[in-house]
C-alpha cells in the first residue's frame, strides 16, 4: 500500500468513526422537536471532509503513539464538527453569504427555512459544549476537559470565528488590505482548526510546549486550507465542490488571489505547509507523521 493510499485509508477509517458518533450526540432522554433536530441532522451528518475532528483524532495519536487516545478525544472531535456545522449553516443565510447550495445540495435555509436554520445553528452551537463537556466519561482528566470547553470558547467565539466572520463581512475589494484578510483568514478558518489540534492534544494529556506546537501547526494549516479554498473558487470543478465557483468573485469578496495573484497564492500556501510541518518537528511528538500527511493532502486537493 502506497502512502497516498495508506492516508486515503486512514483517513476514510476516521470519517466513519465521527459519523457514527455524531448519530448519538443527542441524549436519548431529551425532547427536542421533530423540525429542529431535523434540520440540524440535515447539515450535521451532510457529510464532508470532517476535517477538524480527524484532526483532534489524529492530533491525541500524535502525541500518545495509540489509538486509544482518539477514542478518548472523540466527544472534542463531534463537539468540533458541531461547531463548524452551525457556522455554515449560518454562513450561507441570506444576511450573510446568500448561498443556495452546500456540499451538492440545498443550503439548509433553502430546505427548512430561514428561521429553522437559525434555530439549527444555535441549536448545534449551543449542545456542542454539552458534548464536549461529555469527554470526562470517556476518561479525559475533568481539568483537560475544562480547559477544551474554556478554549472551545475562546476559538469559536468573539476573539476567535465570529470575529473573523465580522472582519469578513465589513471587508470588500479595494479597501481591505493584504494584513486584514490573513486577519479574516486566520480567525474565521484557522482559529477551529488550531483548536481541533489543542483539543486532541489535551485528550492525550499532552505538555505545555506540545500544546503550543500543536497550535502552531494547525494555524498555518487552518490558513493554507483558507488559501487554497480562495483558489479553488476561482480554478476548482463545480461539481467537485459542491458550491458554485467564483461566487468570491461576484459578491466581491476579498480573496488572496485577488490580492496576490494566482502563482503567489500556490507559493503561500506550499510555505505555510512547510512551516506547518516544521513546527511538528522539536515537539516529541510520539507520532507526528500522520498530522504532516495530512497537511501535505491539504496542499494538493482540488476540491
Given at each position: 500500500?502506497?502512502?497516498?493510499?495508506?492516508?486515503?485509508?486512514?483517513?476514510?477509517?476516521?470519517?466513519?468513526?465521527?459519523?457514527?458518533?455524531?448519530?448519538?450526540?443527542?441524549?436519548?432522554?431529551?425532547?427536542?422537536?421533530?423540525?429542529?433536530?431535523?434540520?440540524?441532522?440535515?447539515?450535521?451528518?451532510?457529510?464532508?471532509?470532517?476535517?477538524?475532528?480527524?484532526?483532534?483524532?489524529?492530533?491525541?495519536?500524535?502525541?500518545?503513539?495509540?489509538?486509544?487516545?482518539?477514542?478518548?478525544?472523540?466527544?472534542?472531535?463531534?463537539?468540533?464538527?458541531?461547531?463548524?456545522?452551525?457556522?455554515?449553516?449560518?454562513?450561507?443565510?441570506?444576511?450573510?453569504?446568500?448561498d443556495?447550495?452546500?456540499?451538492?445540495?440545498?443550503?439548509?435555509?433553502?430546505?427548512?427555512?430561514e428561521?429553522?436554520?437559525?434555530?439549527?445553528?444555535?441549536?448545534?452551537?449551543?449542545?456542542?459544549?454539552?458534548?464536549?463537556?461529555?469527554?470526562?466519561?470517556?476518561?479525559?482528566?475533568?481539568?483537560?476537559?475544562?480547559?477544551?470547553?474554556?478554549?472551545?470558547?475562546?476559538?469559536?467565539?468573539?476573539?476567535?470565528?465570529?470575529?473573523?466572520?465580522?472582519?469578513?463581512?465589513?471587508?470588500?475589494?479595494?479597501?481591505?488590505?493584504?494584513?486584514?484578510?490573513?486577519?479574516?483568514?486566520?480567525?474565521?478558518?484557522?482559529?477551529?482548526?488550531?483548536?481541533?489540534?489543542?483539543?486532541?492534544?489535551?485528550?492525550?494529556?499532552?505538555?505545555?510546549?506540545?500544546?503550543?506546537?500543536?497550535?502552531?501547526?494547525?494555524?498555518?494549516?487552518?490558513?493554507?486550507?483558507?488559501?487554497?479554498?480562495?483558489?479553488?473558487?476561482?480554478?476548482?470543478?463545480?461539481?467537485?465542490?459542491?458550491?458554485?465557483?467564483?461566487?468570491?468573485?461576484?459578491?466581491?469578496?476579498?480573496?488572496y488571489p485577488?490580492?496576490?495573484?494566482?502563482?503567489?497564492?500556490?507559493?503561500r500556501?506550499?510555505?505555510?505547509?512547510?512551516?506547518?510541518?516544521?513546527?511538528?518537528?522539536?515537539?516529541?511528538?510520539?507520532?507526528?507523521?500522520?498530522?504532516?500527511?495530512?497537511?501535505?493532502?491539504?496542499?494538493s486537493?482540488?476540491?
Amino acid at each position: 500500500m502506497t502512502m497516498s493510499e495508506s492516508l486515503h485509508t486512514y483517513l476514510q477509517s476516521q470519517r466513519d468513526k465521527v459519523e457514527q458518533a455524531l448519530l448519538s450526540v443527542y441524549p436519548q432522554q431529551w425532547e427536542i422537536p421533530s423540525k429542529l433536530k431535523e434540520a440540524m441532522d440535515y447539515s450535521l451528518l451532510a457529510g464532508g471532509k470532517r476535517l477538524r475532528p480527524i484532526f483532534v483524532l489524529a492530533s491525541a495519536e500524535a502525541v500518545a503513539g495509540d489509538e486509544a487516545a482518539s477514542a478518548r478525544a472523540m466527544p472534542f472531535a463531534a463537539a468540533i464538527e458541531m461547531i463548524h456545522t452551525y457556522s455554515l449553516i449560518h454562513d450561507d443565510l441570506p444576511a450573510m453569504d446568500d448561498d443556495d447550495y452546500r456540499r451538492g445540495r440545498l443550503t439548509n435555509h433553502k430546505a427548512h427555512g430561514e428561521a429553522m436554520a437559525i434555530l439549527a445553528g444555535d441549536g448545534l452551537l449551543t449542545h456542542a459544549f454539552h458534548v464536549a463537556s461529555g469527554a470526562v466519561r470517556h476518561g479525559v482528566p475533568a481539568d483537560r476537559a475544562l480547559s477544551v470547553v474554556a478554549e472551545l470558547s475562546r476559538f469559536a467565539g468573539l476573539a476567535g470565528m465570529v470575529g473573523g466572520q465580522v472582519a469578513d463581512m465589513l471587508g470588500e475589494q479595494g479597501v481591505t488590505t493584504l494584513d486584514q484578510l490573513e486577519f479574516i483568514h486566520l480567525h474565521k478558518t484557522s482559529d477551529l482548526i488550531a483548536f481541533s489540534l489543542r483539543a486532541g492534544g489535551h485528550a492525550a494529556e499532552a505538555s505545555d510546549s506540545q500544546l503550543d506546537a500543536l497550535e502552531l501547526f494547525g494555524r498555518n494549516v487552518g490558513l493554507a486550507f483558507q488559501i487554497q479554498d480562495d483558489i479553488l473558487d476561482l480554478t476548482g470543478d463545480e461539481a467537485k465542490l459542491g458550491k458554485p465557483v467564483k461566487s468570491d468573485e461576484r459578491q466581491q469578496k476579498v480573496t488572496y488571489p485577488y490580492l496576490i495573484g494566482l502563482d503567489a497564492s500556490r507559493e503561500r500556501v506550499a510555505m505555510l505547509t512547510r512551516e506547518a510541518n516544521d513546527a511538528l518537528g522539536g515537539a516529541g511528538l510520539a507520532m507526528p507523521d500522520r498530522l504532516r500527511q495530512i497537511a501535505d493532502y491539504l496542499l494538493s486537493r482540488d476540491h
